[in-house]
């Protein structure tokens, strides 16, 4: 994943409403969320629910299909994989990465996104 993406990603995500909105759309996997199940979870208007989601999706990390009269939205778990992955890349190289007292943890693969 090339830098600029990368920085794309992480601007979008770091705002409140829309780290919110990606994660329900994490939870909610392949099946993704409607707009308007978005705004009721949020309890945000819907313009302001369309512009945080255009920004999702203009960072590639949401996609969106019309499904009959409905536009879901989904998670890019693609994306969201390519961009842990770059973050984690050079992980554990030379050092620990962990401090000595947090509890090691197995990672579980029941998530709706296989992580």
Do not use: D, I, W
Request: net charge neutral; hydrophobic share 45%; proline share 5%.
């Amino acid at each position: 994943m090339e830098e600029k993406h990368v920085v794309r990603s992480l601007a979008a995500l770091a705002q409140t409403h829309r780290l919110k909105v990606f994660r329900l759309l994490v939870v909610a996997g392949p099946q993704g969320l409607t707009p308007g199940a978005l705004a009721e979870a949020l309890a945000l208007p819907a313009a302001t629910l369309s512009f945080h989601l255009k920004e999702l999706t203009h960072a590639g990390l949401v996609s969106q299909e019309r499904v009959s009269r409905n536009v879901v939205y989904r998670a890019a778990f693609e994306h969201m994989h390519e961009l842990l992955a770059f973050l984690t890349e050079n992980c554990c190289e030379g050092e620990a990465c962990m401090p000595s007292n947090a509890p090691v943890t197995a990672p579980t693969t029941s998530s709706a996104c296989g992580c």
